[in-house]
């Protein structure tokens, strides 16, 4: 469904609930990439944020939104529209109302009108109908969008022909400046800035660029383009049939392996082709000439700071485009805008200590592209004003207000020189995650409730310790801390028995022989444990017999799908960790997912699995047996996930 030529289509890559959610009045900022992607194509929505007391969703702070966006969105996506969220929206006035709006940012982002196509929406959020209104050219008049196409899989629009280019670049620039007069130093560092952006295109500037790797065998290919390789590159064409490229022709695709269009954008798989800069300061330019030396004295005692920025840009391009293009068009403009990002943010402290500025980049959940954060690294990631950054980068990015998500343990990793990509998050050499193996429940008609994030599988005998017939409480909460820790709440070590005992003695709830001892503990002392070493709260749930843990599923439903996290279950003298119920609330049938710490084999998944080891389990068998035992109290240990970002 392409839509006529006077009534084009709109294309959504983007999950509904970021045009939709909030539904009170409120302004997205629609991205895509018109030069890569087909046109009046959306692939990623940015909430507007207020920026002031008079600011509204029909009045934003431009200026302030265009230096945010401009350090967020990575070279290669630009504003290609915005969009009215309102109650009772009035078609005509909000869509061309949020149409003038896109393109005085887009215009403040650039510096100047843009020639793509863009489009202005507005969406009722009472009925969730979304229309819209398409200008295919800047002056061109604004006509009704012929509809709409929700993408079935967006991922693979956007990488199976693009691909992301990366360049680190540190830099030490020189500030010179009175010691007794500090009144223009801000003009000098700014002209310094600009001395820097203008030298990325000197003759003696080189760029290596090199593919990734997907194996340690694998060699990668890689060229070196000099500043004069750049000029022109634009109009450059790549002819397949060339047995010689020369190096200004070659095209991205040349750079990844020839099974790569199965790219997948995660936290822990992410390829992009590398470029390094170098300078060649012996480069020969042709000309003879005879070496002068100029004295300025300086007119007073004169200080050096040394500014220290760390550049690292992200560009999403199309595999077909020529690498020199690349460079010139997207990798440059790049570094250029990040350093102007990073010169405001460091202008007003040019005389105090500078801040430590380190660009990350992340792919949320619910966002397709990557985006960039320049996070200040002087005081650690839980200082007041960037947890307020953070906080603000989830509200633009529609992220939930209670999940880590842009923290820097999860930013993007990329493998260099066929390093391992998964070495730093799967160092462990525990089982993760086992219920993924599972079969079903049995449940019939049931809505299955699970865990939300990712584990470790803690049981007897794990780390050298024969715990058989005293551990199990400890091993469950071994479970529950990892689970803290991999979705980075944390960043302590799994707590072992000893450790786990020398905090009780520690909070007055043991006494010192405890240390050592083969004692057991129960649900009361591991809300105590998590509670000191992460801060977290819980919730416990007490049943005087096992019959009557079916009576609390809905409950159990009701936690996973708000906080997914482990429960543990303590019953007697055995405790269980409980990922999951499937619980069919008309008929009452229900299940449990139990993930048993009272195994004592190897770490062989099929062996667990097919063992029951990790498994559903009802409360009453299709043998007549109880898995729960009649005469037996049961407590229920339910963490809470902590309120941070």
Request: glycine fraction near 8%; charged fraction near 20%.
């Amino acid at each position: 469904m392409a839509g006529s030529r006077r009534h084009p289509t709109v294309r959504l890559l983007c999950p509904k609930k970021s045009l939709l959610s909030p539904p009170s009045p409120s302004l997205r900022w629609l991205v895509g990439s018109p030069r890569f992607l087909p046109p009046l194509t959306v692939a990623a929505a940015l909430r507007c944020l207020p920026g002031g007391a008079d600011a509204s969703s029909s009045s934003p702070d431009l200026q302030r939104e265009a230096d945010e966006i401009r350090g967020l969105l990575v070279r290669g996506f630009d504003v290609v529209g915005a969009l009215h969220v309102g109650r009772s929206a009035e078609f005509g006035a909000d869509a061309r109302g949020a149409l003038e709006l896109a393109r005085a940012l887009r215009e403040r982002l650039s510096g100047e009108r843009a020639s793509h196509g863009m489009v202005g929406g507005c969406v009722d959020a009472g009925t969730g109908e979304i229309q819209f209104l398409v200008s295919e050219g800047d002056g061109l008049e604004a006509v009704e969008a012929a509809g709409v196409v929700w993408e079935d899989e967006p991922g693979r629009l956007l990488w199976e022909k693009g691909c992301l280019l990366r360049c680190e670049l540190p830099l030490k620039l020189p500030l010179y400046a009175s010691s007794d007069d500090m009144s223009g130093i801000e003009a000098r560092f700014f002209s310094l800035i600009e001395s820097t952006v203008s030298k990325l295109r000197d003759p003696h500037v080189s760029y290596l660029i090199e593919g990734p790797l997907a194996t340690r065998d694998e060699s990668h290919y890689s060229v070196i383009l000099h500043g004069n390789d750049l000029d022109s590159v634009s109009n450059l064409t790549h002819n397949e049939s060339a047995e010689v490229y020369s190096a200004n022709i070659v095209s991205c695709s040349k750079f990844f392996p020839a099974k790569r269009f199965n790219l997948s954008l995660t936290g822990e798989n992410a390829d992009a082709i590398q470029i390094t800069i170098l300078s060649n300061q012996s480069f020969n330019n042709s000309k003879a000439n005879i070496p002068v030396v100029e004295y300025f004295p300086a007119p007073a005692l004169a200080s050096l700071r040394l500014i220290n920025l760390k550049l690292d840009i992200l560009c999403y391009s199309s595999v077909d485009l020529p690498v020199a293009a690349a460079v010139s068009e997207l990798v440059i403009p790049g570094l250029a805008d990040q350093l102007n990002v990073m010169k405001k943010a460091i202008v007003s402290e040019l005389t105090t200590q500078q801040p430590q500025l380190c660009p990350y980049h992340f792919v949320p959940p619910g966002l397709f592209i990557p985006v960039t954060a320049i996070y200040d690294t002087r005081y650690g990631e839980i200082e007041e004003k960037q947890s307020e950054l953070r906080r603000n980068l989830h509200l633009r990015l529609q992220l939930p207000l209670d999940r880590p998500l842009l923290r820097i343990s999860n930013a993007l990793k990329f493998s260099i020189g066929g390093t391992d990509k998964k070495a730093s998050r799967n160092s462990s050499s525990l089982l993760r995650d086992v219920h993924r193996e599972i079969p079903s429940s049995g449940v019939s008609g049931g809505i299955m409730s699970l865990i939300d994030g990712s584990y470790e599988y803690y049981h007897y005998l794990h780390d050298g310790i024969d715990d058989n017939g005293w551990g199990c409480a400890y091993r469950s909460l071994q479970t529950i801390v990892s689970w803290y820790k991999l979705q980075q709440y944390s960043s302590i070590n799994v707590p072992s028995h000893r450790e786990i005992q020398q905090v009780l003695v520690e909070i007055g709830d043991k006494d010192s022989s405890f240390i050592g001892s083969r004692e057991w503990i129960g649900a009361i002392e591991l809300s105590f444990v998590l509670d000191k070493l992460l801060g977290a709260s819980c919730k416990i749930i007490n049943v005087r017999s096992g019959d009557e843990l079916p009576e609390k599923c809905r409950e159990l439903a009701i936690h996973f799908e708000t906080q997914g996290t482990p429960v543990m279950i303590g019953g007697g003298v055995l405790a269980y960790t409980l990922l999951g119920v499937d619980y069919n609330e008309t008929s009452g049938d229900c299940a449990f997912l139990i993930l048993d710490p009272h195994y004592t084999g190897s770490d062989d998944l099929k062996k667990i699995v097919n063992g029951g080891w990790c498994g559903w389990k009802k409360s009453v068998d299709s043998k007549g047996c109880s898995f729960f035992l009649k005469d037996k109290f049961y407590n229920l240990l339910l963490p809470q996930r902590p309120n941070m970002v």
